[in-house]
């Protein structure tokens, strides 16, 4: 089957932000993306989990394919969101089916 | 005093108080006990529904006396008041970062629903009416209280934290809209709309509150297990003197608008409860620099408990004293 | 007309449909206010068990007379039928491809369940008894009018869409199953069980009605955000002129079987109530090609509002003009 | 015999079991109806907390007789007995691993707490009283079995299985401090707590457990299509032996322990039961190595609908002659 | 620690044809995947969100770690489910322990 | 914008087993981690959904993003826990933004 190489980039954020981060990425005109959710998770600032919250709290997963000439725009508009907050983003080589959808 | 100490015991021996400390002792004891994120959400908003149309539906029925919008505005009043008090008590008191001491200070202008809540049961229980339109006053306490944080903040050249789409966010916020949507139902509809849901927003209301406690309660607990270490006498000292001076505050712009004695009592808890689930949320967006752990810890393990067990009477007992009620 | 524009009024500021446009308020503003999809489904299932449970147990209370099978008879017919009326009216109205009407035809042909609770309810507000059957009507109805719609595609030579897997879980979709599952509960367990459960499934139902309707208008007003620009003037007529004919041909067959005012009422609502949520799935299975967003903001954004609000009091009000009930 | 009989077909076309056997056959038929995960959570915590609370509540109303330590001694005694028959009974009968034995005979010395829930509301079907303590008995029941398997297994040379974590963990599980901890605040606030959230835990209780049990069928019938091949005919002459043993052993404590009549049932109903929650749980953690299929299909496939539909009536009436109530 | 090539593939489809995927996949002999729920995202078809849904809406997203040489069969039997859908398909190099089990 | 190269282990754990991995983690002073919640899956012990289940059941996936030369000890601790029971190690090359994070 034909594949075409893409970078798989994933951002945890805080919930409060995801919305801020979606809009930042269809403003750079990266319209693909995937949200997940998260249950809890550790860090420097400590563990933390969703059980039993009400509010936005807790963070979220934003999964992103995306062709490697535009991973820097992508990286550009999420960076600018996360940055003065906590959160990790991380790319991976990957190979996709139907190119022409990214 | 006995009065106080009757009614705090009286008030410590109900399910609610019982099954919030059933929730801190369980997550104490570090037990897997936790109530599903899904469930404690449709629960909150089930409480707001409730609280909103009961407090809209009274409106109608009682009719709208010229107070209204007296305590509507002094609500606001108070909200963007509160967090200057908060925030100079802090400073005083405690070594918090500025960014610390103003989110903080964010919070106890805001107010905490479940706190008027447990405060209108008690009411109930001791047959004392209220406004139905404290409801509306709660709402309107819910965001100024961060605008007067931002702005202690822009204020030492941090910059402005002031941008639209977080006004939008903060006024639009899920809780506002529900409580003032439902109480703007409960206006309309009136008696007869209340009639025909009270099976489902009156008779099980208290026992909701229960288990919503119980999570309160596991969430509080495991907030403190974790925050040991941040949170110093000083920060107690602090979680318990602010609502003890908002309520006082409350108390007077009760007597100054003429409210009845629950409303003032109402007013006394508003100003002296602290937001959990609202301003958190806008503080990660706003400022994320600000340590959650302390806030949460404050609003929710200190002042939250403190409000709802001892609080609520002592509130009650001042208010009672002086409107000779 | 005077009646049914009071009917419409006094059916307007019911809580059922204030918390509906609460709703659509809130997502229209975009708040951040969100039901969690547990809580969501949930509801979906007590709603569905309840009105199944006490169709049965109406039946086993009043007896079955001999138009049961008539009527479902009668609906079955009616969802193979209608989207046939669906389809020709789509293609000569609209421009939308034969896949995309095909889709929308399915949806119009199956029904809404919370359209058929909605009327229920207004029935009971109004102390008109409707046969207890009625809820298997509403079930048989679901499936028929996709085989009706994938039929319409195939017509066209884009190959045959029947395939086993698809049609078994149309007909063991857990909405069917629930109903008629509920139903037959009912039916055994009688008066007697129904005693048993009322306080869980009767006392407050309409309560959970208001928020399940909080969380429609909130999909739907989301949906019509996005929608803007797909949705012009004559998809918009297509959505208010299809329950029209709908409730009018569901009149004709109320009133050739002999159903009393209730019944022929609620035969007219599900004829002219179009699914949002079996239908959608089976769709996106059978004719992945159709657009979700036309069908979904046809049915849940146009059609279930207007049922819901003009709809209901004007089927009644024919409905008593031609019985002269 | 008849009398059986008649108990076992009232009993068999109730809500509740009809609700299970919808379930089972919407699960057998492959149908998509489900409940979500945080709604069943969400209505487990709910039933586990009005069952505490009410017992509680019934033990601040009747005062405690000198047999509540006694039944919570024997419950425990039980516990950790009949893990021991269990296994017996398996490497006699079937050909079971002694790892899956055990893990197997860990689940009959716990206890279901819905099938306790189910039997308590036949026994006010049919206004027999029964000890308000019984759920501090069932709660006393959960774990020790626990304990039993692992020395089984650790017998046996396979190493030690008993680690500290793991004990707290089992002891600490969120099923027990939650009825536990409802059962101290029933106690502590008494009849009037119990008025004051009755329309909470009281009214709507079976209507909630009729879900709770369609979930049950559901899970069940998902779990015996999935455990076809693995489950033999002396497994399932074991799945319903066992609690016929437990049941006539509980019989005997509760006989010599002077407990009443519903009260003897109970224990019989807990002695026969077998845990479906906690149990598995901890044996995922503690014995990795035995095959959750076969567990899992026993207590929940076999024994449960077992107990829910001949093992009650059966039980209640052995009760009844044995004690001539 | 000793460790092996995989494959990780990463399948996002509807939720109506899970166990459509599901069930190719168990037909093609791929017999070990795991299923993640998805909150929401954004394609071509515009953005969606899971919050207060009521039917099998939305999306999963399925992953499967399977060896190098069985790749193609994995991705045929995918895409045979996937390809008059929406979907994505991306795929990963990836190193898995314990290999006996893939 | 600079990257860093880490290594991303997604580990699916049986969900009572979860705080003991956090926990091992922790000890071994892997203090970044985010779990996700898993709908359901397939292995060579059958199919599991998460739908309707009461207790802790099912599984969790574990995500950490470490540095490469510490992969060594988050295997180990991994292992340790995971070894005997049911569940899956997986590692891929990843990079990530804000190094001084890992
Ligand atoms: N190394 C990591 N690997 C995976 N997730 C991480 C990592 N570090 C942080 N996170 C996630 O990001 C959240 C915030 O991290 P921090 O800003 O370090 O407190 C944590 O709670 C985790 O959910
Ligand atoms: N580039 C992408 N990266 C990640 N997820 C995507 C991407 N494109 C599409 N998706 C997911 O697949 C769904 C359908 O995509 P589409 O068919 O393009 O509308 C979206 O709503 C996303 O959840
Ligand atoms: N090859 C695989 N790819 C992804 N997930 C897997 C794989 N094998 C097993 N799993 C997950 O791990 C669980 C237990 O696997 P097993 O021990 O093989 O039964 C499965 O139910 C899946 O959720
Ligand atoms: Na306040
Ligand atoms: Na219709
Ligand atoms: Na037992």
């Given at each position: 089957m034909e594949m075409h190489d893409a970078k798989r980039v994933e951002i945890m954020i805080e919930a409060p932000l995801e919305r801020r981060l979606t809009d930042a990425l269809h403003a750079a005109e990266v319209t693909g993306f995937t949200v997940l959710p998260v249950l809890g998770g550790s860090g420097r600032s400590g563990r933390w989990s969703r059980d039993g919250q009400v509010g936005r709290a807790g963070m979220v997963a934003v999964i992103c394919l995306i062709k490697p000439e535009r991973l820097d725009t992508l990286l550009d508009a999420a960076f600018a969101v996360v940055e003065p907050h906590i959160g990790v983003v991380s790319i991976t080589d990957a190979q996709v089916l139907r190119a022409e959808r990214f | 005093m006995n009065a106080i100490f009757d009614l705090a015991v009286s008030n410590l021996i109900s399910p609610i108080i019982l099954s919030f400390a059933l929730g801190l002792a369980a997550a104490w004891a570090r037990s897997d006990l936790t109530i599903p994120e899904a469930v404690a959400k449709g629960m909150s908003i089930y409480l707001l529904f409730a609280i909103g149309f009961k407090g809209g539906a009274s409106v109608a029925a009682h009719g709208v006396d010229g107070t209204l919008l007296a305590a509507v505005g002094a609500g606001i009043v108070l909200s963007f008041g509160l967090p200057f008090i908060a925030f100079a008590l802090l400073k005083t008191m405690t070594s918090l970062s500025r960014t610390d001491a103003a989110a903080v200070a964010a919070h106890y202008g805001s107010i905490s629903i479940v706190t008027f809540v447990a405060a209108t049961s008690v009411l109930e229980g001791r047959m004392i009416d209220a406004e139905g339109y404290m409801v509306a006053v709660a709402a309107a306490m819910e965001a100024p209280a961060i605008l007067s944080a931002l702005w202690l903040v822009a204020k030492s050249?941090?910059?402005?934290?002031?941008?639209p789409t977080l006004m939008r966010e903060i006024l639009l916020n899920g809780s506002i809209v529900l409580l003032v949507g439902a109480f703007a139902i409960g206006v309309i509809t009136g008696e007869k709309g209340l009639a025909e849901i009270a099976p489902f927003i009156v008779s099980p209301f208290k026992g909701v509150l229960c288990l919503f406690l119980l999570d309160m309660g596991l969430i509080a607990g495991r907030g403190l297990r974790q925050a040991k270490g941040l949170i110093n006498l000083q920060l107690v000292a602090f979680g318990i003197a602010m609502p003890l001076i908002g309520s006082t505050i409350g108390l007077g712009f009760g007597m100054l608008i003429g409210l009845g004695l629950g409303g003032t009592v109402l007013m006394m808890v508003l100003a002296a409860s602290a937001s959990y689930i609202a301003v958190p949320a806008a503080m990660r967006v706003a400022l994320p620099e600000a340590n959650p752990t302390i806030y949460l810890t404050l609003s929710l393990g200190i002042t939250f408990p403190f409000n709802l067990t001892l609080g609520i009477p002592l509130y009650l007992t001042m208010a009672q004293w002086v409107t000779g009620g």
């Amino acid at each position: 089957m034909e594949m075409h190489d893409a970078k798989r980039v994933e951002i945890m954020i805080e919930a409060p932000l995801e919305r801020r981060l979606t809009d930042a990425l269809h403003a750079a005109e990266v319209t693909g993306f995937t949200v997940l959710p998260v249950l809890g998770g550790s860090g420097r600032s400590g563990r933390w989990s969703r059980d039993g919250q009400v509010g936005r709290a807790g963070m979220v997963a934003v999964i992103c394919l995306i062709k490697p000439e535009r991973l820097d725009t992508l990286l550009d508009a999420a960076f600018a969101v996360v940055e003065p907050h906590i959160g990790v983003v991380s790319i991976t080589d990957a190979q996709v089916l139907r190119a022409e959808r990214f | 005093m006995n009065a106080i100490f009757d009614l705090a015991v009286s008030n410590l021996i109900s399910p609610i108080i019982l099954s919030f400390a059933l929730g801190l002792a369980a997550a104490w004891a570090r037990s897997d006990l936790t109530i599903p994120e899904a469930v404690a959400k449709g629960m909150s908003i089930y409480l707001l529904f409730a609280i909103g149309f009961k407090g809209g539906a009274s409106v109608a029925a009682h009719g709208v006396d010229g107070t209204l919008l007296a305590a509507v505005g002094a609500g606001i009043v108070l909200s963007f008041g509160l967090p200057f008090i908060a925030f100079a008590l802090l400073k005083t008191m405690t070594s918090l970062s500025r960014t610390d001491a103003a989110a903080v200070a964010a919070h106890y202008g805001s107010i905490s629903i479940v706190t008027f809540v447990a405060a209108t049961s008690v009411l109930e229980g001791r047959m004392i009416d209220a406004e139905g339109y404290m409801v509306a006053v709660a709402a309107a306490m819910e965001a100024p209280a961060i605008l007067s944080a931002l702005w202690l903040v822009a204020k030492s050249g941090q910059g402005s934290k002031f941008d639209p789409t977080l006004m939008r966010e903060i006024l639009l916020n899920g809780s506002i809209v529900l409580l003032v949507g439902a109480f703007a139902i409960g206006v309309i509809t009136g008696e007869k709309g209340l009639a025909e849901i009270a099976p489902f927003i009156v008779s099980p209301f208290k026992g909701v509150l229960c288990l919503f406690l119980l999570d309160m309660g596991l969430i509080a607990g495991r907030g403190l297990r974790q925050a040991k270490g941040l949170i110093n006498l000083q920060l107690v000292a602090f979680g318990i003197a602010m609502p003890l001076i908002g309520s006082t505050i409350g108390l007077g712009f009760g007597m100054l608008i003429g409210l009845g004695l629950g409303g003032t009592v109402l007013m006394m808890v508003l100003a002296a409860s602290a937001s959990y689930i609202a301003v958190p949320a806008a503080m990660r967006v706003a400022l994320p620099e600000a340590n959650p752990t302390i806030y949460l810890t404050l609003s929710l393990g200190i002042t939250f408990p403190f409000n709802l067990t001892l609080g609520i009477p002592l509130y009650l007992t001042m208010a009672q004293w002086v409107t000779g009620g």
